[in-house]
């Protein structure tokens, strides 16, 4: 199969039509696709640029003028490799990606969720085409990018998904996790506290131990949809991935330890995080749109390096619209998935806006609002604020969730507030380390039981139904 997307290498521009998409989900066909689909969402850029600023400059511009196009930069000054930013930046391509409408992205994220698809394990895989260890383990050859000014000097990798088991239920998990590269063979990770990987890696702390780690980048979106499924440890997000495809997805095991790793990657870099071992990683600026502080953060020891022949290294600038859509399909299952545990006529949830959730319901009793809003906020860390508003009110309409909590609400009523909750650190208001917070709930649907009469403005549907437009016009 050869590598095309634009033949980087070769630099001709031209692609060869990917043949067998569903059993070859990677990075290169999608971006392919993409070429043959909607050739204009794909930006070639061949002159060079600078990984320090440039390559997120130029998906900011584009974005500040509302082009959302994968961008592809053949040549970034410092690294043999070509950048490609922004894959997952539109609905469009999420929906590409999963063979459905983006009306469809939400059900064909359940569908993945009730039934996932196991991986299948292989014995060797493109990603291993090239493997660097020891003396060759140089994580300076990967394109070195810096996005904004007041970010660390240090480079960093955004587009990581992680691998790493329970020590005690053997399970695997995947969840992003960035990365700032601080010499030949360590980076700095973030971990967000009570996520899994956090709560793994203090389980091998704990017990003295180094937690086995790998880090693959350039994926197929379906990996990267996977990974962020939110929810119960006890499901593995390989097989969420599986679900997506509706294939398994092929893994082949990691060259220095025992973890698997998606076969068609782009890169991989295995290795392990010590026990008790900080550095001070950051600043960085995040998907709220503010930078975070400087924290001592766990370190990732780099033992391996393994790649394709020709490898693309995939790049998310953190804060713009790719880094907003991607969490929301699996946000929006876990939340209307625990919402309609707690009330069975909800309807609908919408993450429109960072760490705020909007949920309409069929509300049957005065109580449903409050129990969803208790059950939401302790749900997530990036669960910040909940609305809930009538199953009239279109939740993906921000004002006309506007309007009904100017209309529906008062101060004195169904409004909740959770007080020393676990937030994210990443939220500018937060200011415990611990990310302990205060959460809001809004209760914006209409009272059921009212002192004053209220009715809808409603022309009488007979008479609405009696008037034909063309007659109206064409009378004028
Ligand atoms: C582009 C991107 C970057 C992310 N970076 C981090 C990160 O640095 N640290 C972190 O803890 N979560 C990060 N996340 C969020 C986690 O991937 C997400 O919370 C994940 O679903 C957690 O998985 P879990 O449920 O297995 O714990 C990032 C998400 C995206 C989309
Ligand atoms: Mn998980």
Redesign the pocket.
Known sequence: MPRTSGDWDRQTGQVERGKNLILMPDLCSFIDEVRRERPRDVLDLHRTVSPRYETAAIVTKLEQSARFPIVFFHHVEGSAFPVVSNICGSQFRLALALRCSTRELRDRYAEACERPVKPELRKAAPVQEQVFEQNDVNLRMLPQLVYHQDDSPNPYI??A?VVARDPQTGKS???????MIMSRKTAA????RG?????IYRKYESAGKPMPMAAFIGVHPAC?LG?????S?DIE?YDIIGGLLRSPLRVVRCVTNQLEVPAEAEFVLEGFVAPQKRAEEGPFGE?TGYATGTADRPVFTVEAITCRHSPIFQD?V?GLT??LL??IP??EHHLLTLAQATVPSTTRVKVSVPLTVFVSLKKQDDSQPGRIIETLLESDI?VKHVVVVDADVDVSDLRQVATAIALHTRPDRGIFIERRSPGTELDPSCESPDGLTMKLGIDATLPRERTRPLSKNRVPKEVLDSIHLSEILSAQ
């Open positions: 955004t587009a998904i998990n995947l969840s992003f996790h960035r990365l990770i973030f971990m967000a996520k899994h990987l956090d709560l990267s990974a962020l499924h939110t929810g440890s997000e998907f998310i953190s790719e880094h991607l969490p699996g946000m990036y």
